[in-house]
């Protein structure tokens, strides 16, 4: 199945310039979601994983049934403002400006292996943010998984310390 195909570009969004790369049309079809799952599955299944976390939103997408997959639980990062605990921010710079995203102070504990979550690699900035957030607590970053990934933007540069994994690429972003 070529999931690169059940993925919709919608130009000019959020802004002039920009080729948004719009997973809904691949999360509607049921087999498209089913084999993006299956093959985030099959490239973490042997790591010692003990927690998910996913990025606001569409990383909560794959992620989720992913966290059940491997049979550990889940973490929400999310921007600011929108966990009602305590948290943990971190600030960064994305595509589209600065942001800054959040983490429950007890969603991650010392020394646990964190699978890290996101529906597109861009920059790389959203994602550095997020492993900052895990090793800050104490977590260890076991992979990093994403659906699409730009390399024209070169994010994974950013995340070479890392084990990153990417389903399908978007060439001449
Ligand atoms: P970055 O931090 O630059 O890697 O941006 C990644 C985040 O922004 C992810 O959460 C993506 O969902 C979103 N994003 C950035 N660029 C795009 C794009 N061209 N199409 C769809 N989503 C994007």
């Not at 049979?71 to 960064?92: A, C, D, H, S």
């Not at 730009?150 to 001449?172: A, I, M, Q, S």
Request: charged share 30%; no cysteine.
């Amino acid at each position: 199945m070529d999931l690169k195909k059940t993925i919709r570009t919608i130009p000019d969004f959020p802004k002039p310039g920009i080729m948004f790369r719009d997973v809904t049309t691949l999360i509607k079809d049921y087999e498209a979601f089913n084999e993006a799952v299956e093959q985030m599955y099959n490239i973490v299944k042997d790591k010692k994983i003990d927690a998910v976390a996913g990025i606001e939103s569409r990383g909560f997408v794959f992620g989720a049934p992913l966290a059940l997959k491997l049979g550990v639980g889940f973490v929400l990062v999310r921007k600011k403002g929108k966990l009602p605990g305590e948290t943990i921010k971190q600030e960064y710079i994305k595509e589209y400006g600065p942001d800054i995203i959040e983490i429950h102070k007890d969603a991650i504990s010392q020394n646990q292996n964190v699978l890290l979550v996101d529906d597109l690699i861009a920059t790389g900035g959203t994602m550095k943010a997020a492993v900052d957030l895990v090793e800050k607590m104490g977590g260890k970053v076991a992979s990093i998984l994403f659906v699409v990934d730009l390399p024209d933007l070169g994010g994974k540069e950013l995340l070479k310390d890392y084990d990153v994994h990417t389903l399908v690429e978007f060439e001449g972003d």
